[in-house]
């Protein structure tokens, strides 16, 4: 069975500009995830779908972090304008319907400098 | 927000040795998960259980789950070097979402 796929694997970039990430599930997996990770602490979680739809946004800064996931497949989440305390690993993770453990993925490594 | 603690933050210990992990957390859970995350990688599942359940073993692995302390322990017996890495609690809430909240993990190293 293949992984949750993410890339890129690293990003740097500037502050002010924006970035994506994409994140492809296993296959059949209905809920996915995007987590943050600061150096340091344990991964706070972002936003989860439920196929194609929000189950929950609450902790997004929706000012400048937005996902979507089309087709209940793939997603990205994309940070516009970043900032510099945005630098993060940003962790995709799906599961089946249920109580399962999650999959993550490898994660992207953002600096912003 | 973090909802688990793991105690210690850090722990170094000899290979061969037992590493015990302690998570506490704060509002009633539905189920209760342990990952390991190796340096710059993401994170593996190992065991979950659920609030129903005391205990629950898988390899070298032992949790223990007590509800009416909101507390969980995940022992590690006749540790590794490959065991460095560092452990991290999830806790499900009774809300049905399956939103997992990760604690903030204990950094553990096993010396050859």
């Known amino acids: 069975e293949a992984g949750v796929a993410q890339s890129p694997r690293y990003k740097i970039i500037e502050k002010r500009q924006s970035v994506a990430f994409w994140c492809n599930p296993i296959?059949?997996?209905?809920?996915l995830y995007w987590y943050q990770q600061i150096l340091g602490q344990g991964p706070k979680l972002l936003i989860q779908f439920q196929n194609n739809g929000v189950v929950d946004d609450s902790q997004l800064p929706k000012d400048r972090f937005s996902a979507e996931r089309l087709k209940g497949v793939d997603s990205t989440l994309k940070i516009q304008p970043a900032k510099l305390e945005d630098s993060a690993v940003y962790l995709c993770a799906s599961s089946p319907p249920g109580v399962y453990g999650y999959t993550f993925g490898s994660g992207t490594r953002l600096t912003v400098v | 927000s973090q909802q688990g603690e793991e105690d210690p933050q850090a722990l170094s210990i000899q290979e061969g040795e037992n590493a015990t992990m302690n998570c506490s957390y704060k509002?009633?859970?539905?189920?209760l998960q342990w990952y390991r995350q190796n340096s710059g990688r993401g994170l593996v599942h190992l065991i979950l259980i659920r609030s129903n359940e005391r205990e629950k073993h898988s390899g070298r692995l032992r949790v223990t789950l007590d509800t009416s302390k909101k507390s969980s322990s995940l022992l590690i017996t006749a540790s590794r070097a490959a065991d460095t890495a560092s452990y991290f609690c999830?806790?499900?809430?009774?809300?049905?979402?399956?939103?997992?909240?990760f604690g903030t993990g204990t950094r553990l190293k096993v010396l050859a």
């Open positions: 296959s059949g997996h209905a809920t």
């Open positions: 999830a806790t499900a809430s009774t809300s049905g979402t399956y939103k997992y909240i």
């Open positions: 509002t009633s859970i539905n189920n």
